[in-house]
């Protein structure tokens, strides 16, 4: 399972970006499709994720109202589109395929992406 992640980029606060996660193929370690991101200095955290099946999701409480994550099943990708962007948000974004989207929020995915930069300039 290869993930490709795409559309970082610089945006000043307040605006927006969204990044795009195309997955090679789906199978049972591919029911959930999360994203991730690691500023400078800092931990990864896990900033949202989807359920590949009925689309639920969840989002950690610092991204929630501002970030919404989709799929297009056609095109076996999952979206993560960023509105109101803060300097705070600037870190490489990762997305990652998992069990679940509980086991993706606590961290735990199954296979990775490279990384994509977004930095938001104050």
């Known amino acids: 399972v290869q993930l490709q992640a795409s559309g970082g980029g610089l945006v000043q606060a307040g605006g927006s970006l969204r990044l795009s996660c195309a997955v090679s193929?789906?199978?049972?370690?591919?029911?959930?499709m999360g994203w991730f991101r690691q500023a400078p200095g800092k931990e990864r955290e896990f900033v949202g994720a989807?359920?590949?099946?009925?689309?639920?999701?969840n989002y950690a409480n610092a991204v929630k109202g501002r970030f919404t994550i989709s799929k297009d099943n056609s095109k076996n990708t999952m979206y993560l589109q960023m509105d109101s962007l803060k300097p705070e948000d600037t870190a490489v974004y990762y997305c990652a395929t998992g069990w679940s989207t509980e086991r993706l929020a606590k961290g735990n995915g199954n296979y990775w992406g490279q990384g994509t930069q977004v930095t938001v300039s104050s």
């Open positions: 989807i359920a590949w099946s009925n689309g639920n999701t």
């Open positions: 193929e789906h199978t049972f370690s591919t029911y959930a």
